[in-house]
């Protein structure tokens, strides 16, 4: 049974940092690209970073380059989305996500996932 769980995200102040993490089971972390999706009332969910663990080639929003950083840790099957200089426009749910495919830019540009965890919260306020 495919599992993604998330853990991390809360409330901060903007400029702050956040952790979220994404622990993963059921599959073969390495076959897949992993990534984070966010969703607001306003806009539908988007790719806000995404990674490959098999080459470590990663993709970036243009929103959140620079400020975020994706890792992760084969050994631990775990997905990492460091959030430095958070804005009050990062608020969402973050979702993390399991691609069809090892490519991260297909997973964050055309949603190619075929799983999903529960979502974190992640508030920023001014």
């Known amino acids: 049974e495919v599992q993604l769980v998330e853990s991390g995200g809360g409330s901060v102040q903007a400029g702050e940092s956040l952790t979220l993490s994404c622990t993963t089971s059921?599959?073969?972390?390495?076959?897949?690209?992993i990534g984070w999706f966010r969703q607001t009332p306003e806009k539908e969910r988007e790719g806000v970073s995404c990674?490959?663990?098999?080459?470590?080639?990663?993709y970036y929003a243009d929103s959140v380059k620079g400020r975020f950083t994706v890792s992760s840790d084969n050994a631990k099957s775990t997905v990492y989305l460091q959030m430095n200089s958070l804005k009050t426009e990062d608020t969402g749910l973050y979702y993390c996500?399991?691609?069809?495919?090892?490519?991260?830019?297909?997973?964050?540009?055309?949603?190619?996932?075929?799983?999903w965890g529960l979502g974190r919260q992640v508030t920023v306020s001014s």
């Open positions: 996500v399991k691609s069809t495919a090892q490519w991260p830019d297909l997973l964050c540009n055309f949603r190619t996932y075929d799983y």
């Open positions: 990674i490959s663990s098999r080459d470590g080639s990663t």
């Open positions: 059921g599959f073969t972390f390495d076959e897949y690209a």
